[in-house]
Nanobody, 126 residues
């Protein structure tokens, strides 16, 4: 059973940067497609970025393209989200998720993912 633990969220001013980490244990991280999701207060959980097992392909929602970078280190069983030029609308709880798969694809629907972390809060002040 894959376990995921996020870290790195905090209060930051608009224009600032944060790097989120997601440490995986107890399972097959390197054989899992991974994603970062966020959930703002009173809203649904939605995809932010996704990455294939190998890290060769990535996906971003339009609002974070050019500002966020998803990456992974399979040797360290860790997923990252580098967030630059943060905006107040980026404020949310950020969750990482894993989908074990034999294919080198990324997945963008929350329903595709089998394992979730508890989340880390990102708050961007204006």
């Amino acid at each position: 059973q894959l376990q995921l633990v996020e870290s790195g969220g905090e209060l930051v001013q608009a224009g600032g940067s944060l790097r989120l980490s997601c440490a995986a244990s107890g399972g097959t991280f390197s054989r899992s497609a991974m994603g970062w999701f966020r959930q703002a207060a009173g809203r649904e959980r939605t995809i932010v970025a996704a990455i294939t097992r190998s890290g060769s392909n990535t996906y971003y929602i339009d609002s974070v393209k050019g500002r966020f970078t998803i990456s992974r280190d399979n040797a360290r069983n860790t997923l990252y989200l580098q967030m630059d030029s943060l905006k107040p609308e980026d404020t949310a709880m950020y969750h990482c998720a894993a989908h074990p798969t034999s294919a080198n694809y990324y997945f963008t629907s929350r329903w595709d993912y089998d394992y979730w972390g508890q989340g880390t809060q990102v708050t961007v002040s204006s």
